[in-house]
T-cell receptor
C-alpha cells in the first residue's frame, strides 16, 4: 500500500543550526502538507503546497521556515536557524485532491530535538 | 480564531461497549470533516471522512455530521482494547480562496478496558 515516507526519523541539532526534513509523498498525490506536534500538544498545521507553491500557511510558518519540492518525488521543510521551541514531531502529509475533499495521509514523522 | 474542540478525556469504556467521541467546530463554511486515530508516539491515521449531514458507517465506526449545529461525532461499536488511542477530529477550513488548511482538535484519549 502506498505510503508517505519521512527521513530522518529522529534529528538532533544544535540551536541556531539549519535542518532539512525530507518527505516522499504518495506518488500520484498533488497536495502536500507539513504539520508539527509538540510533545503532549495537538497537531498544528504549518503549510500546504500545491503546484509548486505555497497555498496556505499558518502563523507558525514564519521566515525561518521554507518548503521546496526540488524534484518530482521529494518535499522538504527547512528550518534556517533552529530554536529550542522548534523541538517537536514534524509530520508530512499528502492528498490526491485538495480543497473540500482533502483526505490527507501522514508519514511516520521526524522527531526534531534542538539542544 | 477558527477552532476545533473536542470533549476532554480520558474516556474509558469497557470492552464491547460503544465509545462516543464528540467534536465541535467554529467555522460555519467548513465542508470536510475527518477523524484520525493516533497511537502514542505514532502519526495520525485517517479512519473516517464525512462531507454531508447524516451518518456514515464503515465497519465498527460511524461518523455523524450536523452542520447546522457545527457538530461531528464518531461512534465506535464493540470497542476493543486495540481501539485505545487518541482520536483527533480534523476540519478543513476555508481560508481566502481555498480549503487547503486542515485544522486538528486537541484529541480525545480513549481507553478500552478489557
Amino acid at each position: 500500500e502506498p505510503e508517505v515516507t519521512q527521513t530522518p526519523s529522529h534529528q538532533v541539532t544544535q540551536m541556531g543550526q539549519e535542518v532539512i526534513l525530507r518527505c516522499v509523498p504518495i506518488s500520484n498525490h498533488l497536495y502536500f502538507y507539513w504539520y508539527r506536534q509538540i510533545l503532549g500538544q495537538k497537531v498544528e498545521f504549518l503549510v500546504s503546497f500545491y503546484n509548486n507553491e505555497i497555498s496556505e500557511k499558518s502563523e507558525i510558518f514564519d521566515d525561518q521556515f521554507s518548503v521546496e519540492r526540488p524534484d518530482g518525488s521529494n518535499f522538504t521543510l527547512k528550518i534556517r536557524s533552529t530554536k529550542l521551541e522548534d523541538s517537536a514531531m514534524y509530520f508530512c502529509a499528502s492528498s490526491f485532491m485538495g480543497g473540500r475533499n482533502t483526505e490527507a495521509f501522514f508519514g511516520q514523522g521526524t522527531r526534531l530535538t534542538v539542544v | 480564531q477558527k477552532e476545533v474542540e473536542q470533549n476532554s478525556g480520558p474516556l474509558s469504556v469497557p470492552e464491547g461497549a460503544i465509545a462516543s467521541l464528540n467534536c465541535t467546530y467554529s467555522d460555519r463554511v467548513s465542508q470536510s470533516f475527518f477523524w484520525y486515530r493516533q497511537y502514542s508516539g505514532k502519526s495520525p491515521e485517517l479512519i473516517m471522512s464525512i462531507y454531508s449531514n447524516g451518518d456514515k458507517e464503515d465497519g465498527r465506526f460511524t461518523a455523524q455530521l450536523n452542520k447546522a449545529s457545527q457538530y461531528v461525532s464518531l461512534l465506535i461499536r464493540d470497542s476493543q482494547p486495540s481501539d485505545s488511542a487518541t482520536y483527533l477530529c480534523a476540519v478543513n477550513i476555508f481560508v481566502k480562496t481555498s480549503y487547503d488548511k486542515v485544522i486538528f482538535g486537541p484529541g480525545t484519549s480513549l481507553s478500552v478496558i478489557p
